[in-house]
């Protein structure tokens, strides 16, 4: 099937989903084949919608190698409701939380849960405008903390953890909300991992949280119903009607990342498609990266220009190229290229050719 003509969508997120997915939805979204129906139109409780969450909850197993007593929920509430949601099932009164502050992302986190009990900023690298990350063996750890939080790729910044550390006999709590499935992980290395799908799972409406067994049914009994992890457990994220038509999406999203080699293959697609783009940044000084070289970004690639009228004019004319998305976000300033599973090396390289031409043209 040929399609409409597709610009190269660098956006930040809601980011660009796999053409493949967007075919098929398209192609099937007036009527299941063998339902008669949309997804959006049928029961959450029928066998249909069953077997569409029950293959998507196997293919994100399979693919991040979830070990039998993690539960995978579907929820919704963006990874900003996650920012609450955690510390109100897990932070007990009396209890401390360790929040590692590396991003903008980060710093909301641990403010949502200074609202609900007692929160130790462990590190935050704001002093650089977060282009770094903190020294993991200095950070001010509180022994026996309830759990430890991080992000491990900051959206806005661009800067990435390149390992998954883990903090004695803590729980780890990680918002993956813009790198989840960009490469392989270590699920039994946290307690807790969630993410807004809308950066690289799929649509914006369904949140994706992986949560340790142990960790649920901890909450006080206060809690309201939709906030505690336990009915979502209990239900298996059909206590009240949840976002069917996202998760059909992910679902699709999750067949195309098997169908594309896994989470293996994605790492070294990701960390190809970043090289080239750092590869460019730093081939005159012309550009200059926002985060330090040990911690950039294989998903959101920050970058300035030599002045602000520059950037201007770099932002105008990439998006009359066709190349849209790439102004940065207001507190880094300069540009910023999205490029999530789904964004094709191909793109990666029209960018770099445009950065070159832009050079040339300016430099
Ligand atoms: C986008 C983003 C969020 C916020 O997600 P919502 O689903 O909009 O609430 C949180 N954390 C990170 C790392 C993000 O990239």
Redesign the pocket.
Known sequence: MSTVNRILNFSA?PGILPLDVLEQAQRDFVALPGVGMSVSEISHRSKTFEAIIGECEADIRSLAGIPANYHVLFLQG???TQFAQVPLNLLAPGATADYIVTGA?GEKAAKEAKKVGTVNVAANTSAGNFSDLPDLGALSLTPGAAYVHY?S???IQGVEFKSEPTFGDTPVVC?T??NMFSKPLDISKYALIYA?A??NLGPAGV?LVIVRDDLVGKAPASLATMLNYATHVKEKSLYNTPPCLAIYLVGLVMKWLKANGGLAAMGERNERKAAKLYAEIDRTGFFRGHAARGCRSNMNVTFRLPTEELEGKFAKEATAAGLDGLKGHRSVGGMRASIYNAFPEAGVDTLVSFMQEFEKMTG
């Open positions: 997120g963006g990874a900003s992302w992000t790729n900051e959206t918002d909300s813009s807004g809308q950066k949140t």
